[in-house]
């Protein structure tokens, strides 16, 4: 019989972990936020809890540490629900951005030292840059915690009152942003925001040309 600590160093779970991660992250971003406002705060902590779970095992090394550092993050999500403290909450989704982070830097690496391109390879490749869009959410979540004013998001004075959970508007700015689409609906106010806003969008394109070129000589060495 495998123990945890078998499931965790097995090799052969990476793919079908990278898949699952991929399903979890589509759904955070592109489903959840149809669903109704006044149940958005339960379906984002729950899909971000199981892509904890399910991102330590798309990487090949360091499972176990990152599985406990898992496993931290989620006793801290639950303190913050029970004590809803505004500085937990900020500290929580600090280590969500560094937990996220963590797993997008092993995932980089794990594509950078294939042999070839093969589905594995590609899944980690979208995994990273979902993740780092993600990261980059996150980010912009603990910038309105700490100050309302730090984007014109149109409902600043909810947000003071304690109503409503609005990670879906900044993830859909963070995305926005990443991706270099920007609208100009939500823009940054303050100087830190400002360049957190450009960090995203160089880095959003930094990746891109990276990563397709990384993938084309690989697919190309391997013929």
Known sequence: MMTIRDILNHSETTTIA???????VFITIFVAPLFPRTIHHTVFNLLITLTYL???????????PMFIAAIGIMIVEILTEVLHFEIINGLSKGLN??????????????VA???QV?????LEAINVYLLLGL????????????????FNFPFRDSIINNTGDYF?????????????LGYGDIVPLQPYSKSLAILASV???LYVAIIIAMLVGKFSGSK
């Open 203 to 205: 880095t959003g394109q």
């Open 135 to 150: 990261v980059f959410s996150l980010l912009i979540t603990i910038f309105m915690i700490i100050d309302v004013n730090a």
């Open 113 to 115: 030292r294939s042999k």
């Open 18 to 24: 990278n898949f699952i991660v991929f399903i979890l």
């Open 118 to 122: 093969n589905l594995r390879v590609i």
């Open 97 to 110: 951005a560094i937990f996220f982070f963590t797993v997008v830097v092993f995932l980089v690496i794990q």
């Open 168 to 180: 879906s508007e900044y993830m859909y700015y963070g995305f926005v942003t990443f991706t270099t």
């Open 54 to 64: 399910t991102a330590v095992l798309s990487i090949k090394r360091h499972r176990v």
